[in-house]
């Protein structure tokens, strides 16, 4: 209640901090960003010692910066060192341009590393995308044998495949235009994904374009977005997130057993349905906990596909990204 008597900085760091708890509490990776309604650039909040800056030089489309562990995060604190990312390209538990981003360790066993791989471009520079306020966010939740890989190799290809699709039209291009280059850029990095790491691993993918006051959101997998509205009357609405793709949907059971796949999951529990193929790879029956995703090639025989949902919304006044 609390919430909306404060300022604008204190209502974003307070905002900020219930989101880090959310994000630690549900997921292993997360963004919580801003979202001005205006396209005139808005000041940067620093919570860490210092501003983001880069050492190695940043890509054509601009300066990527990817999460660190929470864990990490915490013991920089311990030991009193600065939370910044001269040097490592590394930020997390810090925020800036109205951004803060968190990851946390792993706790599985096989392999010992966290499976997850998150990135954030802003300003995200393509002929498409000029403004300040324009940006690329995504999530990838790896999973299998070699999933961290998928994951890594994921957030890095996505951006460089939708930069070049963008930059290939003279023209601004339509919402339907976007919304096909997305899904494309899905595809794509899932078919020139390395072998060895797609056959015994893949990744889910959630993604979030920002173009002038529109939002781009591409969903596959079990990974969400959450949009989050703060109101006058110290509540918040949630017009938007994006679903959880499961086998158990109909139209994903129909695509799904079109192909011969078959889908199990226990009684009275559809959300935890798995699609479950013989691995030639692993050499063992193993359950995919989604319908969609970039990896996972021998699920792609029954049906588990890297197209993305994608959906498009007006940004709003006090509106994040979660």
């Not at 900085?9 to 001005?36: D, E, H, K, M, S």
């Not at 590394?90 to 968190?102: F, V």
């Not at 997305?182 to 595809?187: G, I, P, T």
């Amino acid at each position: 209640k609390q919430f909306m008597k404060c300022g604008v900085a204190q209502r974003y760091l307070a905002a900020a901090a219930a989101a880090i708890v959310l994000l630690f509490l549900l997921a292993n990776t997360g963004f919580f960003v801003q979202l001005p309604a205006s396209t005139k650039p808005s000041p940067p909040i620093v919570i860490s010692q210092k501003i983001y800056q880069p050492e190695d030089p940043c890509e054509d489309y601009g300066c990527p910066i990817y999460p660190d562990d929470f864990d990490t995060v915490l013991d920089k604190i311990r030991h009193n060192k600065e939370i910044d990312a001269a040097g490592s390209r590394d930020i997390s538990l810090s925020a800036e341009w109205n951004t803060t981003s968190l990851t946390r360790r792993s706790s599985r066993k096989n392999p010992p590393i966290n499976q997850d791989a998150a990135i954030i471009i802003r300003p995200f520079r393509t002929k498409q995308t000029t403004g300040d306020n324009d940006f690329l966010l995504g999530i990838f939740d790896g999973h299998g044998r070699q999933g961290h890989h998928v994951s890594h190799y994921a957030v890095k290809e996505v951006p460089k495949i939708l930069t070049r699709k963008f930059n290939g039209y003279s023209g601004m291009m339509t919402d339907d235009q976007i919304i096909q280059a997305l899904k494309d850029a899905f595809v794509e990095a899932d078919v020139n994904a390395p072998p060895t790491r797609a056959m015994l691993g893949g990744t889910t993918a959630t993604v979030t374009l920002r173009r002038n006051n529109k939002l781009y959101l591409a969903n596959a997998g079990d990974s969400r977005t959450i949009i989050v509205v703060a109101k006058d009357d110290n509540t918040v609405d949630i017009p938007f997130m994006t679903r959880f793709d499961k086998a158990h949907l109909p139209d994903e059971k129909a695509r799904i057993e079109g192909l011969g796949g078959m889908i199990k999951y226990p009684p009275n529990k559809p959300q935890q349905s798995r699609v479950w193929v013989y691995s030639t790879a692993a050499r063992e029956t193993i359950g995919l906990a989604m319908s969609r995703s970039i990896g996972d090639w021998e699920w792609g025989a029954v049906g588990v596909i890297a197209e993305p949902l994608v959906d498009v919304m007006e940004v709003t006044e006090n509106s994040f990204v979660l």
